[in-house]
């Protein structure tokens, strides 16, 4: 399709929308499930008033999307390998280990909430849909390169834009909108949960993983070679990783504000603020898509679940497979990478498992953006740290604007984990 329109556009664009890749699948997956629903008691509990963390979050999490690209396109290695140059085994262990709670109960968190609305539109019992949903993803993981079926998901997240028609339908206070988007409102105990919350489901440490895989794993299969091996191509590198991050990352937050602002225009001036099911969830959909507003956010949910649920295992597989040394990666067949796959479909079943907790729907989705955000701090620093080694990155350790916001970011995640269960105790 771009060769064909590239008579009508200029080269360099041609060019630059050709070159977009892991940075814009990872902020589509960044819109997942747990993000939409997280998103959506924001806006229903607190109206307006939690906007500035989008605001706030958008340069902390291009810069730390950014370095983890940086690590695997200069070292041709996952964030995982590099840790295991640089910490103790158990430090890595560590690491890995908060990774893979995370993405497990996010994976667990996503599948309920995806059976969920299709039990509502389709009938039958939820747990069917569970199984059905994650023996699709596995067996596409399996058997089908990422890249192919990423692109036909990535169509489906264009049903997360419903909710921007919404805010030229209803009516929104925007000037309480602009305020709050840039000043924010005095914090209680639950308003410290969701804010930990929002920075968790937009700043994850298995996007870091994934976007740090994804870079290496091109340097593999296009055998490019490393930048520090072939360091003529930094400069075009760079800026191709540059934006394709910035690009991936403003759709995930053009997404996060409109259902924020949506849901506090639809929800939460009508009294509706604590969401218990997909349904409640949906309402703020009503003034653009009437009674079709529940499969339009069925839509949404489903194509974002089945594009974030492989990220969530993949991102678990390849932390787990580099830091023990196997071998990785989703261009090969599950039989050259046996224990790679393997975790992809451990982490996927568990999954599954979690589903039987009892836990609702909408709950777990919150709670694992909360245990996302806790788990992201340290995650974070560690890779601060690599980025900066002389002996990972080679004449390429990440530059000081880079590192300042990037650990602005993580002292950001630290203090928002703290206050909250400073918060919780007292």
Not at 167 to 189: C, E, M, T, Y
Not at 289 to 308: C, N, P, R, S, V
Request: charged share 10%; no cysteine.
């Amino acid at each position: 399709m771009l060769k064909g329109l590239s008579k009508h556009l200029p080269k360099r664009l041609v060019r630059s929308v050709e070159q977009l890749g892991p940075g814009v699948i990872t902020g589509a997956a960044d819109d997942d499930p747990s993000g939409i629903a997280t998103y959506s008691q924001a806006g229903a509990q607190f109206g307006y008033g939690l906007l500035w963390t989008q605001l706030l979050s958008y340069p902390l999490m291009v810069a730390v999307q950014l370095v983890s690209a940086h690590v695997g396109r200069v070292t041709g290695a996952g964030l995982a390998k590099s840790f295991t140059q640089h910490f103790p085994r158990w430090v890595v262990a560590l690491l890995v280990g908060l990774l893979l709670v995370a993405n497990v109960f996010n994976i667990g968190a996503d599948l309920s909430a995806m059976a969920a609305v299709s039990a509502m539109v389709a009938g039958g019992g939820s747990h069917v849909f569970v199984i059905v949903f994650a023996v699709a993803s596995a067996l596409l993981q399996l058997f089908v390169p990422y890249r192919k079926y990423s692109n036909v998901l990535k169509v489906l997240t264009f049903s997360l834009f419903a909710y921007v028609g919404v805010l030229i339908l209803v009516h929104v206070d925007w000037s309480q909108a602009l305020l709050r988007l840039v000043w924010p409102p005095r914090l209680g105990k639950d308003a410290l949960l969701t804010v930990v919350a929002l920075f968790g489901t937009t700043i994850s440490p298995y996007l870091f993983f994934w976007q740090s895989s994804q870079e290496a794993e091109e340097v593999a299969t296009t055998r490019a070679g490393p930048l520090k091996q072939r360091p003529r191509a930094a400069r075009r590198q760079f800026r191709r990783m540059r934006i394709d991050t910035l690009i991936g990352m403003g759709f995930s937050e053009v997404i996060a504000m409109t259902i924020i602002v949506a849901t506090a225009a639809t929800l939460n001036v009508k009294g509706q603020t604590d969401i218990q099911s997909a349904s409640q969830a949906a309402e703020a959909l009503k003034p653009l898509a009437g009674q079709f507003a529940f499969a339009l956010f069925a839509i949404g949910i489903i194509g974002t679940g089945l594009l974030a649920v492989p990220v969530l295992a993949g991102s678990a597989a390849f932390a787990v497979s580099e830091a023990r040394g196997w071998k990785s990666g989703l261009e090969y067949k599950p039989q050259q990478a046996m224990r790679f796959y393997g975790i992809i479909v451990a982490a996927t079943l568990i999954g599954v498992g979690l589903d039987w907790s009892g836990l609702n729907a909408m709950k777990a989705l919150f709670f694992s953006a909360v245990f996302n955000g806790v788990a992201a701090a340290p995650i974070m620093a560690a890779l601060m740290i690599v980025t900066h080694r002389p002996e990972i990155m080679g004449r390429f350790t990440e530059r000081a604007p880079l590192l300042i916001v990037g650990w602005a970011a993580t002292a950001v995640m630290a203090a928002a984990s703290i206050a909250m269960f400073i918060g919780e105790l007292s």
